[in-house]
């Protein structure tokens, strides 16, 4: 089936530094890729909506400036979280939806997820 | 706007009980409705969808049935085991492009 691979799937960095993150899809080709945000023990909030070939659609209260998207190909989508500090350590998942699926019969994939700490 | 709601965790229930996870949603026309697991450290893992009213979703035991008229979708399995321990979220999405939106999740641990 299909599969959307992040990577890494856990990272450490230090305060005021920046980190990527990569969501991928491996065996299919996704114009529009999504990034969700989870705090520990709550639940998943959209944070963008990543469109390949032009600029994310950011969710109210998400900084754009702070975090970074890009789609720069069909099977990637990048969210680089510039200037780090610790409350945005959390868990990072992004979604993608296969292009060629028809609705219905289609599905949405997600990504294992990132783990990132700001210490 | 779109939303969903579910009951409050955690869930705890002994090994071969019957699960309920109750979910309403509140959205404009026809959304697809999920259900998502998380097991502990893990992503995310869809276990069943239904994309329109009266459809039953199932998998691995799990069922929901799409009720249009109550907007509802509420889980079920008949007998649990303590590998079905884990995050249970469920989700809708309204459009064949658009976001998937979560309820908050419920927790279930299930024990021998």
């Known amino acids: 089936g299909a599969v959307v691979s992040q990577h890494p799937s856990r990272v450490i960095c230090k305060s005021g530094t920046s980190v990527k993150i990569e969501c991928r899809s491996l065996d299919f080709q996704a114009t529009t890729m999504f990034w969700y945000r989870q705090f520990p023990k709550q639940s998943l909030m959209l944070m963008a909506t990543?469109?390949?070939?032009?600029?994310?659609t950011y969710e109210q209260g998400v900084e754009k400036d702070k975090f970074l998207i890009n789609h720069a190909s069909l099977t990637l989508s990048t969210l680089t979280v510039t200037s780090a500090h610790p409350e945005d350590s959390s868990f990072y998942i992004c979604s993608a939806r296969d292009q060629d699926e028809v609705w219905g019969a289609g599905t949405i994939y997600f990504g294992e997820g990132s783990w990132l700490t700001v210490v | 706007g779109n939303s969903v709601t579910q009951m409050e965790g955690p869930v705890t229930l002994s090994e071969e009980a019957f699960l309920t996870i109750n979910c309403t949603y509140t959205?404009?026309?026809?959304?697809?409705l999920f259900w998502y697991v998380q097991y502990p450290g893990e992503g995310l893992q869809l276990l069943l969808k239904?994309?329109?009213?009266?459809d039953k979703g199932s998998n691995k035991g799990f069922e929901a049935t799409y009720r249009k008229e109550t907007t509802s979708f509420h889980l079920e399995k008949g007998s649990v085991q303590v590998s079905d321990s884990a995050v249970y979220f469920c989700?809708?999405?309204?459009?064949?492009?658009?976001?998937?939106?979560f309820g908050p999740g419920t927790s279930l641990s299930v024990i021998p």
């Open positions: 959205a404009t026309g026809y959304p697809s």
């Open positions: 239904a994309t329109k009213a009266d």
């Open positions: 990543s469109n390949e070939g032009s600029k994310a």
């Open positions: 989700a809708l999405a309204k459009t064949s492009y658009d976001k998937v939106i």
